[in-house]
């Protein structure tokens, strides 16, 4: 490092008030030493690295970067303004300003430069040395680590000590620390399930391990000194990991989210492989949040999947809200409170029709956003934020021409492709800090707009119309059949990506509903909440055939099968799949088959029992459950029966020590 920064580019009296201003007095340093070619255009380049997120840290410390072709070797600059000045840490200013400028083939210096600097700033002394400097050259000294920083010193002994007192204890060896994030398309089960499992076995292992979960919900950033700190990251995930970026350049393990769940010491000791070979990841920046998320050798298939999941990821708490809401005024008010006029115009506070009106137009409303939300996140999976404003305009086409669901899909998938091919294309320095609000959002805009409205659009309308017709015309047999290979879906991979593809399915239906969607929309549900009733049922009957640690995790499955998370099976499949799965595919299809020819009803997209009153033909649809529940149940019952296991001991397959190698499935979602 010692090369890359000298007492030239160090200013122990930056006078500036801003991060722009501080940005340029450090970049001019830069340009006077010939460093920087083209101080506009370097400047565009951090100002939208800058906008990406910001580069402040906890403890006064901010530290703008980029790469950029305006730089001509790895630099580092220096500054230390009198007043703090704002890069949008959490704890306030920064008082320690680092400028790191890597040309834009240098991704490893650059990468290395930062983590490494990083690191160092967690040490209190080094920063503390960095206040207390005088000197530029010998600032540049401590920088490079040409320089050690003052210890603190050590406290006098006291007149009490004698000879007798024992030896200072041995300082405790520093913990191997790992971050880790998970995430799922619904981002509801598997992505608690994974951080837990893996904090749990960072206990047993001794490893220092804070996981980010990404849910549906949103997500607490980790502090950006704990991922500095980190000798390693794991990513348990099955949509794209947000700001991935901030990660870069650290030993990674990346595998798909139920791996987090079923395996999280194998990872633990994968990472820590890793770390001490001294393998880091690719630099940030380098494509696509999905293309970044996945390994060397992943496929287009793979990546289309993550695309397509990224935006059912976001599109659910939109569906729920809205599908529930709806259900509710339907409950209250009747069939006929579609009917009702708007709330706005015409309310009375005594009357339940209004009530009923208010909630059904209130999750019309949420509804509507449904198309453009996927199309949007589809859009956002593939190119990041840029996508966005494409993606949701091309959804809202796909809404304007009737296009649907599947015309959402398009868009989304048009949208994304369209900024992945703008985002190739060389630009002037002067554009690029315009480039992701103005030139990729206009551009990608027009061009989605054109595709939508006059090429793809209306065919897909055409498409759309034919599925709707089919599905308000099932019947018979041919219901009962969907019904089956939906149950078989719903079970096969218990929350994955076959799973999600048939609720997918379901709840597009619910954008145009009609009797057909919504036999189908209930059909899915029951079938998925009857791997972990299943389960539940067969360890209170047969109790023998399982642990302690899967007789525990019984009891949870009972509330999460009730609440239609198919996920509370996994830890049983995951110690014995060959058993378990084609149980509960069993059980899927026979459900799914009995709710189709019940002709039972559902306008929810979630709620399990809880929303049993919204269902059509509710004590039918409560016998197909029922029916799939004891098929499962029996049949996993038979299956280990055969294989000899009694009195608590493991079969082949599944664990034989009281914790097993399943995790404990949390008794909250």
């Known amino acids: 490092m010692s090369d890359m920064i000298t007492a030239d580019l160090v200013d122990l009296d930056l006078a500036a008030q801003t991060k722009e201003a501080a940005a340029r007095s450090l970049a001019e340093r830069m340009v006077a030493l010939g460093r920087v070619t083209d101080l506009d255009g370097f400047l565009a380049d951090v100002a939208a690295r800058e906008a990406q997120m910001p580069t402040g ?32 840490a959490p704890d306030g200013p920064a008082d320690l300003i680092f400028l790191i400028a890597a040309p834009a083939g240098a991704d490893d210096a650059h990468l290395t430069i930062l983590s490494a600097l990083a690191r160092r700033l967690m040490d209190p002394d080094f920063t503390a040395a960095l206040r207390a400097a005088t000197d530029p050259a010998a600032t540049a000294s401590l920088i490079s680590g040409d320089t050690a920083p003052p210890a603190a010193p050590e406290p006098a002994a006291t007149a009490t000590a004698t000879a007798e007192e024992p030896p200072p204890a041995p300082a405790a060896p520093v913990p191997f620390r790992v971050v880790a994030v998970t995430s799922c398309p619904t981002g509801i089960a598997h992505t608690y399930m994974a951080a837990e499992a893996l904090e749990q076995a960072g206990q047993a292992e001794g490893v220092e391990i804070v996981v980010e979960p990404q849910g549906s919900a949103g997500f607490t950033r980790l502090d950006p000194a704990v991922i500095a700190a980190a000798d390693g990251v794991i990513f348990a995930h099955d949509v794209p990991v947000r700001e991935k970026e901030r990660f870069a350049g650290k030993p990674t393990v990346d595998v798909g989210v139920k791996a987090g769940i079923n395996r999280p010491a194998e990872l633990l000791a994968e990472v820590r492989d890793k770390a001490a070979r001294g393998e880091t990841t690719a630099p940030a920046g380098t494509g696509s949040p999905v293309e970044e998320a996945g390994g060397p050798g992943e496929g287009y298939g793979t990546k289309l999947r993550k695309w397509l999941m990224s935006g059912v990821s976001y599109m659910v708490p939109f569906v729920a809200a ?17 009917k009702a006029p708007s709330v706005a115009e015409h309310f009375v506070w005594t009357d339940s029709t209004s009530w009923a009106a208010l909630l059904f137009q209130v999750g019309g409303l949420a509804f509507s956003f449904l198309v453009p939300v996927l199309a949007g996140y589809i ?14 305009v091309g959804g809202s086409i796909a809404l304007t021409i009737n296009a649907g669901f599947l015309g959402g899909l398009a868009a989304g998938l048009i949208a994304g492709g369209t900024v992945m091919a703008i985002q190739r294309v060389r630009v002037p320095g002067a554009l690029r800090g315009i480039m992701p609000v103005v030139v990729i959002p206009l551009i990608s805009s027009a061009v989605v707009g054109f595709l939508m409205f006059l090429v793809v659009g209306k ?12 599905l308000s015309g099932l019947s018979g047999a041919n219901a009962v059949i969907l019904g089956v290979v939906l149950g078989l879906m719903m079970c096969f991979d218990l929350g994955g990506p076959l799973n999600k593809v048939a609720y997918a399915f379901a709840v597009g239906g619910l954008a145009n509903p009609n009797d057909g969607s919504l036999k189908v929309m209930a059909a899915v549900m029951a079938a998925g909440m009857v791997p972990p009733l299943a389960m539940a049922l067969a360890t209170v009957v047969r109790g023998g055939l399982f642990n302690r640690t899967e007789r525990e995790n019984g009891k949870a499955a009972w509330v999460l099968g009730s609440s239609f998370i198919t996920e509370g099976a996994i830890p049983f499949a995951a110690a014995d799949p060959l058993r378990v799965i084609p149980s509960a595919m069993a059980g899927g299809a026979v459900t799914g088959a009995l709710s189709m020819l019940f002709e039972c009803t559902l306008r929810a997209p979630h709620g399990g029992i809880f929303v049993l009153p919204l269902i059509g033909n509710p004590v039918l649809y409560l016998i197909a459950i029922l029916a799939g529940t004891a098929v499962s149940a029996a049949l996993v019952i038979l299956l280990k029966g055969m294989g000899g296991r009694g009195d608590g001991k493991a079969v082949e ?17």
């Open 653 to 669: 397959g599944t664990p034989a020590t009281e914790s097993g190698t399943a995790p404990k499935v949390p008794a909250t979602v």
């Open 322 to 338: 809205g599908g529930l809401l709806i259900a509710l005024g339907f409950a209250i008010g009747g069939y006929t409170i579609d």
């Open 379 to 392: 859009a956002y999976g593939m190119a990041d934020r840029p996508g966005l404003v494409p993606g949701f």
């Open 57 to 88: 840290l906890d403890g006064g410390i901010g530290i703008p970067h980029c790469r950029s072709e305006h730089v001509t070797e790895p630099t580092l600059a220096f500054g230390r303004p009198a007043d703090g000045i704002d890069f949008g």
């Open 459 to 470: 065919p897909i309308a055409e498409l759309q119309k034919a599925l709707t017709d089919w």
